[in-house]
């Protein structure tokens, strides 16, 4: 006679899994380009098909039965296509809408994929493409990463560009600084103008069919264009009506872009990627907009997979420090990462992804799918904030009278003396003044217009009416870089300043006196200090006396309380714990957080008393102390996605497990008493018995399998 978990496997396998019933969901994603395959089926809510090929109507409907809700992206400033540049598209060829340098050679992002100037012809182009994709069903949308290479802006079309944007001939970009300036604001303007025009037509076009298109922006975060020297339209974006969000891309590639701090320029990569995914989610957050954080498993540079390991931890933990955020993209291009081969550290030969770090990530990304928004802030001091704006990406290349700003420290300066202090500094876009949410909560702002320029007067304007009503202003500078002179709006018609600080400091009614630092101004102050901020980082010992006008800004001016600092941060969501202890900072005592908690960064998922962070590490843990009901089994972890929970009987609990197949899964399982059986089996099968771990004190179950993209039958009886 069979027993009962005999029979209850047998139905559950004869309805194995539609995949179609599963709801389409929009929390998390992946990106793609190659066809489905059972060994990189990560199981996110969203496939986003990337790019046009011929085999684009195979590779959607391959997603389109696995269940998954499938959206499009493709490049805006690069991809395949070939066919536009070769004289396929329209009988044309279309080299001349390359990105050109100085000395008239292409850039290129790969072969016969050159970075593209986005013409008339280009954009028509793009359209044609948009157009494929919403006959296919698709309605959603993402342009990626509209990148002009500050070193670009020659050739005839940037010169025809220029002409049509400015009404005058032509300025090569490496003999002033105002050409410089108005280089990359027309290579700003003309990827705005590229975006706004592409999005209408898709709106549009899908309105005509009775669809509602939405279009999103994936793209890298200001600091980091900056760092690279692109110029690419940014915060501009947020308002921009056709645009419905962003993705945040940021991961190890970007993050680990050295800086300097205390003298020291190295990797800080926790560190970065905390102030990459503050900038993003500033552009955000007075907007609206929908927002995607993206964090990468590995990288495009070719490293170890240790080296790949720890800075995932670093940068995904910086990720979901911001709780206001809960979609993601968990990672990009998967198949690059389950078949791919990289270096292990201490062997000659590329190795596949270790079994227990791809148990790990499976943990990590399978986590997002359940991760809460939470009002929740991480701790430390509120309020205080750096102002950016898009023109930091304006001044990056050439430099120009031999002023320098080494790894965009201009910006650090303001940002790393805090945010190593354990200060959560916020970012500020000046784009988004105009919007009463931006500075609604912020008690001290920090500014500078040594690497940045106010792009309209209405900047001031804000800042004034802020710092009237009670706010506290910070600003640095020595006003004497060379783009101070550019011809902008400061000096143009009936303004005559040889600065833009001179227009904000008439407006906030100060004259500057040569030593005195504090002003006066309505209800709140302003300080003003003639040093650059990259002063306070490019040499050792140099941020305590900005740290102590900070703190006296914060505590005296704002009375916000007194200023904390500390080495680390933390954070909860929902029943997570996230933790970072940074180093170089004013401690190097280890961080002890107290349990039972699940370790969520160790495959092997185990239950401990205490987990204690050292400097320079992060914790994600899994607090059994806040789990609401435990007289319910639940799977509270695992390196799989659950679906089709069920309580067969009082005494049993059943779900499926899918991942990408061949993958070692691990799961803890809240389970009302130890269990008496636990078998597992594929669609079709006969059910098996496999081995747990099972710890008392939590009442939790440790469960180990082998994945399969298809599903595994979980059957727990007690």
């Given at each position: ?496 300043y040889s600065a833009p600080s001179e227009d904000l400091f008439i407006q906030l009614r100060i004259l500057p006196v040569e030593g005195t630092t504090r ?200």
């Open positions: 006679m069979p027993t009962l978990r005999c029979i209850l496997i047998a139905a559950c396998c004869c309805l194995f899994f539609s995949a179609q019933a599963q709801e389409l969901k929009e929390k998390t994603s992946f990106q793609i380009a190659a066809p489905w395959k059972p060994a990189y089926d990560v199981r996110s809510d969203i496939a986003i098909v990337y790019g046009m090929s011929p085999d684009f109507l195979e590779r959607v409907q391959g997603y389109r039965a696995q269940g998954y809700n499938v959206q499009f992206m493709t490049g805006i400033a690069w991809g395949e296509y070939q066919d536009y540049f070769m004289g396929k598209f329209d009988g044309k060829t279309h080299w001349e809408d390359a990105q050109i340098q100085r000395r008239g050679d292409t850039i290129w992002h790969g072969h016969n994929v050159p970075y593209i100037l986005p013409s008339a012809n280009y954009l028509q182009y793009m359209k044609s493409i948009i157009k494929k994709v919403i006959d296919a069903g698709i309605t959603t949308i993402y342009l990626e990463e509209p990148e002009f290479w500050a070193r670009a802006g020659y050739g005839a079309a940037f010169d025809r560009e220029w002409q049509k944007f400015y009404g005058f001939p032509w300025m090569a970009q490496h003999e002033s600084p105002e050409a410089t300036y108005l280089s990359s604001k027309l290579k700003y303007h003309l990827y705005f103008n590229a975006l706004k025009e592409v999005f209408a037509y898709a709106k549009s076009y899908g309105e005509s069919l009775g669809r509602t298109v939405k279009c999103f922006v994936p793209t890298h975060s200001l600091i980091n264009y900056a760092s690279w020297q692109i110029v690419s339209p940014e915060a501009s974006l947020a308002a921009l009506p056709g645009m419905d969000g962003y993705i945040a891309q940021v991961w190890t590639g970007t993050s680990r872009e050295p800086v300097y701090y205390n003298g020291v320029k190295k990797e800080r990569v926790f560190e970065n990627a905390f102030l990459e995914y503050g900038t993003m989610l500033s552009m955000t957050a007075p907007t609206g907009r929908q927002m995607y954080f993206l964090t990468d498993p590995i990288e495009d540079a070719r490293r170890s997979w240790d080296d790949y390991k720890r800075n995932y931890q670093a940068t995904f933990t910086a990720e979901i420090m911001y709780p206001a955020v809960d979609h993601f993209e968990v990672m990009p291009w998967p198949n690059r990462i389950y078949l791919g081969k990289f270096k292990v550290e201490g062997m000659n030969e590329p190795q596949p992804i270790a079994p227990a770090y791809a148990t790990q990530m499976q943990v990590m990304v399978n986590s997002l799918n359940d991760l809460p928004a939470s009002k929740n802030r991480v701790n430390g001091s509120k309020g205080i904030g750096v102002l950016m704006g898009n023109s930091l990406m304006f001044q990056r290349f050439p430099t120009h009278a031999s002023y320098e700003d080494p790894q965009l420290s201009n910006f650090y300066g303001m940002a790393l003396p805090l945010l190593k202090k354990g200060v959560p500094v916020e970012m500020v876009h000046m784009e988004n003044l105009s919007f009463p949410a931006t500075l609604k909560d912020l008690k001290v702002l920090i500014m500078s217009y040594s690497n940045m320029k106010p792009q309209s007067q209405e900047v001031h304007k804000y800042l004034t009416e802020w710092v009237e009503k009670g706010g506290v202003l910070i600003y640095y500078g020595r006003d004497n870089d060379p783009f101070q002179q550019v011809k902008e709006w400061w000096n143009s018609d009936n303004l005559h002003y006066t101004c309505g209800k709140g102050s302003v300080f003003i200090i003639r040093q650059d901020p990259k002063e306070l980082v490019l040499e050792p010992g140099k941020d305590g006396e900005f740290v102590r006008l900070v703190s006296e800004a914060y505590e005296q001016d704002a009375k916000a309380g007194p200023l904390e600092t500390k080495h680390y941060f933390y954070v909860e969501r929902g029943p997570y714990d996230i933790a970072a202890v940074m180093d170089e900072s004013i401690s190097t005592q280890p961080l002890h957080l107290p349990g039972p908690v699940i370790d969520l960064f160790d495959p092997g998922l185990p239950v401990l008393a205490e987990k204690v962070v050292r400097p320079g590490e992060q914790a994600y843990l899994y607090n059994l102390n806040r789990v609401k009901d435990r007289k319910h089994p639940k799977v509270l972890c695992g390196a799989a996605r659950v679906y089709e929970e069920e309580r067969p009987s009082d005494h049993s609990y059943s779900f499926v497990a899918r991942s990408p197949s061949g993958t070692q899964n691990a799961m803890r399982v809240l389970l009302p008493a130890e269990p008496t059986s636990v078998t597992i089996a594929g669609p079709g099968e006969q059910p098996e018995e496999i081995e747990i771990e099972w710890d008392e004190d939590t009442h939790t179950a440790l469960v180990m399998f082998i994945n399969r993209s298809e599903g595994v039958r979980v059957v727990m009886s007690w």
